[in-house]
């Protein structure tokens, strides 16, 4: 089944604690983005790559790291994670940028306390 | 004022009736607009994509663009109560450039 697939779906932690969330697509695609959504603002993009070894930030990078190193995966990095950070975080996939018809993971709803 | 505004809602109808969900926008250089639809607890998932004016209809569901007053709809005919969800707005310059998405609107169909 085609899917993006991330992990964990839950995770409660406290400020500084750094932690990774996976994304992983298998199907072959190019481009991954990561978002938050937050109740009002709607999806916000913090990073993206368009192919492997290739990032660049979204509208919301600051606290934020990701990398690239093999096509199906792109983790989403928070290397001292505060308050301000506790969202619903999406990783999507798609051959492309734009209005190709990006296929969403389930979500990481993280609470940093 | 943001690129693209969407109403939260919730806006609740009873099942068969008829709903109009709106998008309206700032920058006249959109060109492809997309509606996706999110399910609680889930990711979005793409549901109508249209390029430029016009009509483009998929079973009970029809998004419309009128891009002389900047503002998208998506029409949901014979509303289920499986058709309450979340949904988004979303709309880029170019085929290849970032989509710029609304904030969504949390429909309620009560059966």
């Known amino acids: 089944e085609a899917q993006v697939t991330q992990n964990p779906r839950y995770l409660i932690t406290v400020t500084g604690k750094k932690l990774t969330v996976t994304c992983s697509q298998n199907?072959?695609?190019?481009?991954m983005s990561w978002y938050r959504q937050d109740p009002g603002l709607g999806l916000r993009q913090i990073y993206y790559?368009?192919?492997?070894?290739?990032?660049d930030k979204g509208d919301v990078p600051e606290g934020y790291k990701v990398s690239r190193k093999e096509k199906r995966n792109f983790p989403l990095i928070l290397e001292s994670p505060s308050p301000n950070q506790t969202s619903l975080y999406f990783c999507a996939s798609s051959f492309r940028q734009g209005a190709s018809g990006y296929t969403f993971g389930s979500g990481t709803r993280l609470t940093v306390v | 004022q943001k690129e693209v505004e969407q109403d939260p809602g919730p806006l609740s109808v009873p099942e068969g009736a008829i709903v109009s969900l709106n998008c309206t926008y700032s920058?006249?250089?959109?060109?492809?607009f997309m509606w996706y639809r999110q399910y609680s607890r889930k990711g979005p998932e793409l549901l109508m994509y249209t390029y430029s004016s016009g009509n483009k209809e998929d079973g009970r569901f029809t998004a419309q663009v009128d891009k002389s007053s900047k503002y998208i709809s998506l029409f949901i005919r014979d509303s289920q109560p499986s058709d309450s969800a979340t949904y988004l707005c979303a709309m880029s310059a170019q085929s290849n450039y970032q989509l710029i998405w609304g904030a969504g609107t949390k429909l309620i169909i009560k059966p």
């Open positions: 790559s368009m192919n492997v070894e290739v990032t």
């Open positions: 199907m072959n695609h190019e481009y």
């Open positions: 920058n006249s250089a959109f060109q492809y």
